[in-house]
C-alpha cells in the first residue's frame, strides 16, 4: 500500500495473441487515437491455471466484489484522447463462472458508456447502474469457461476512497492532470473507473495491454515491454504481465515518459519511467533502488517477479503495483523507505496477497516491519523513531482506526494495519528467536507464491512451522482494543 511515510512524518505463463481489427468510438477526429493492437489471448488450461481463485464477497467493500466471476485473462486494448479526455477500450476477459449463474457483475465506472457485449461470439444484453455492468450471460455451470468482448468508452474519472489519509489526493482510479497526463492509485478499488473487472484482491489474473496515445507520449502498464511503435502521430505500447495480478496492484500512467534501464541483483531487468521535470531526481532513485532491492533479496529470497521498475507520477503517494512501483514524486524525498517498503510488497502483498481487505495487515505488517528493520540495519533514518520506539503509537492508533484485525472500513489503510501488527512480528520474533524469525519471514512468501491468504491460514501456517501454539499472540495484537502487554 501507500507508503507510510507520507501518512505520518510468477507463474510463468506464455501468452498466444491473437491479433484482432482497430476498435473505436465514433466522432474521432484523424488525429485522435485509436485502440488498436491484440484483443484477444488463448491460454490452454496449463498455462491460466495459475490465475484460478476462489473470489469472495469483501467484509467491509462488498460493492466492489463479485464471487460468481473468476478472472483469468484480461486483454485490454486502449485509446487515450488527451485533448478530449476520452478513453475507448475493448476488452477481452476469460474467466471462469465461480459458481452456476444467469448473469454476471463486473465493477464499471458509471462514465464508461458499454457499447457492446459478447459472450463466446454471440451478442448477449447488458446493464450499467451504480458502477456496475451485469451481463445477461444465460445459464453458466459453476467451473465453466467463457470469453466476453466488451466495447466501452467515456471520460473517466476517480471515486471517492474510504480514508481520511492525506495522501488520497482526487481520489482512486483514473486520474488526469490538467495536460492530460494520467496516472492510478487503486487501493482498494478503482481499477473499475478505466475497465470492466472484478475488483477485488481475491481475484488474480494474467494481463495483456495495448496503450494507443499521441505519438510524443508513452503509455505505461505492469509487466514487460513487449512492443512500442509509432503509426503516423500515434504511438501504440503493448505490455504484458506475466504473473497473475489483483485488479488493485494494476498501474497506468500516460505522458512524455522516458525509459532508463538498469539490473538488479541476479540481473533482474529494472525500468525507471521518468518524465523530463523529473530526471534530476533519477540518479538518486537509481542508487537507492539498488540499495533497497539488494537489501531485500539478500534477506527475504529471491525477487518474485520477472521484471521491476518504477513510474513516477502526479499526486501525493507511492503504490507497490506488481512488477512497476507507483510513486508519486513528492515520495522522492525518502526514496530509501519509501522503495525498501513498496519492494517488500513484492513478496508481502503482491505475490502472496489478502482474501478480504479485513487482512490488510498481511502486507502492511510485513512491509512496515520490513521497512524497520532495513532502515536499522542500514543505518538510515528509522521512521518513528525505529520499531523499539512504535509500541508508544500503538494505543493513539487502535483508537484512531480500531485493532488491526477489524478495522474500520471507513479508515482504509490507515496507521494501525502497518504499525500495530508490524509490532506483533516483533513479539513473535522475541518469542522465537531471531534466527527463526528470519527463517519465517523468507518461509511465509515461499511457501504461498501467487496466492491469497487471511489470519486462519497464516495461523495455521506460523503454528506448524514454529511449532509453537501462537494462535493466543497473534489474536490478542489483531483484535485487542488496546496495546497487549
Known amino acids: 500500500m501507500r507508503n507510510l511515510t507520507r501518512r505520518h ?9 491473437a491479433v484482432a481489427g482497430c476498435g473505436g468510438g465514433g466522432g474521432a477526429s484523424r488525429h485522435r487515437p485509436i485502440p488498436q493492437g491484440p484483443t484477444a489471448t488463448t491460454l490452454s488450461p496449463d498455462q491460466y ?3 484460478l481463485s476462489h473470489p469472495v464477497e469483501d467484509s467491509a467493500y462488498p460493492q466492489t466484489s463479485n464471487p460468481e466471476v473468476d478472472s483469468l485473462h484480461y486483454g485490454l486494448v486502449l485509446g487515450w484522447d488527451p485533448e478530449r479526455r476520452v478513453l475507448t477500450g475493448k476488452e477481452t476477459l476469460i ?3 465461480a459458481e452456476s449463474v444467469g448473469r454476471i457483475r463486473l465493477d464499471l465506472a458509471s462514465a464508461m458508456h458499454v457499447t ?7 451478442a448477449v ?8 455492468l451485469v451481463v445477461a450471460t444465460g445459464p453458466l455451470s459453476s467451473g465453466s469457461d467463457h470469453v466476453a468482448v466488451i466495447a466501452y468508452d467515456g471520460t473517466p474519472r476517480p471515486t471517492a476512497a474510504p480514508s481520511t489519509r492525506s495522501d488520497q489526493g482526487a481520489g482512486l482510479g483514473w486520474s ?8 492510478t492509485f487503486q487501493e482498494p478499488y478503482g481499477a473499475y473507473t478505466w475497465y470492466a473487472v472484478n475488483d477485488h484482491p481475491s481475484d488474480k489474473a494474467f494481463y495483456d495491454v495495448t496503450i494507443t496515445t499521441p505519438a510524443r507520449w508513452q503509455g505505461v502498464f505492469n509487466g514487460q515491454l513487449v512492443s512500442s511503435a509509432t503509426s503516423g502521430q500515434v504511438r501504440i505500447n503493448t505490455w504484458h504481465l506475466d504473473s497473475p495480478a489483483a485488479s488493485y496492484l494494476t498501474t497506468i500512467a500516460i505522458g512524455p515518459y522516458r525509459q532508463y534501464k538498469d539490473t538488479g541483483p541476479g540481473g533482474l531487468p529494472i525500468s525507471y519511467w521518468v518524465m523530463d521535470k523529473d530526471r534530476g531526481e533519477l540518479p538518486l532513485l537509481r542508487r537507492d533502488s539498488r540499495k533497497a532491492i539488494g537489501w531485500l533479496v539478500a534477506h527475504l529470497g529471491p525477487h518474485p517477479f520477472s521484471t521491476l521498475g518504477v513510474v513516477i507520477v502526479g499526486g501525493q503517494s ?3 503495483t506488481q512488477s512497476l512501483i507507483t510513486m508519486s514524486a513528492g515520495a522522492l524525498q525518502r526514496p530509501d ?12 502483498g503482491d505475490s502472496v496477497g489478502p482474501s478480504d481487505w479485513k487482512a490488510l495487515w498481511l502486507n502492511e505488517g510485513f512491509a512496515m516491519y520490513v521497512q524497520g528493520w532495513f532502515e536499522q540495519s542500514t543505518g538510515h533514518y528509522q521512521y518513528a523513531g525505529g520499531i523499539d520506539h512504535w509500541r508508544a503509537l500503538d494505543q493513539r492508533f487502535r483508537d484512531e482506526a480500531g485493532p488491526p484485525g477489524e478495522p474500520d472500513p471507513r479508515q482504509f489503510a490507515s496507521a494501525n494495519v502497518y504499525i500495530c501488527p508490524a509490532l506483533m512480528l516483533d513479539a513473535i520474533r522475541k518469542r522465537i528467536g531471531d534466527r527463526r524469525f528470519e527463517a519465517m519471514m523468507r518461509a511465509w512468501p515461499a511457501d504461498h507464491a501467487y496466492s491469497d491468504q487471511n489470519r486462519a491460514s497464516f495461523v495455521r501456517w506460523l503454528n506448524q512451522f514454529t511449532g509453537r501454539n501462537l494462535t493466543p499472540l497473534v489474536n490478542r495484537w489483531l483484535d485487542s482494543p488496546t496495546t497487549p502487554r
Request: glycine share 8%.
Open 9 to 17: 512524518a510468477a507463474a510463468t505463463a506464455l501468452v498466444l495473441m
Open 49 to 51: 491455471k495459475a490465475a
Open 95 to 97: 474467466f471462469r463462472a
Open 116 to 122: 457492446s457485449v459478447t459472450l463466446d461470439g454471440s
Open 125 to 132: 444484453g447488458h446493464q450499467q447502474s451504480r458502477d456496475g
Open 176 to 183: 488526469t492532470e490538467p495536460d492530460g497526463t494520467v496516472y
Open 318 to 320: 507511492a503504490m507497490e
Open 337 to 348: 523507505a519509501v522503495l525498501a517498503h513498496e519492494y517488500a510488497h513484492s513478496w508481502y
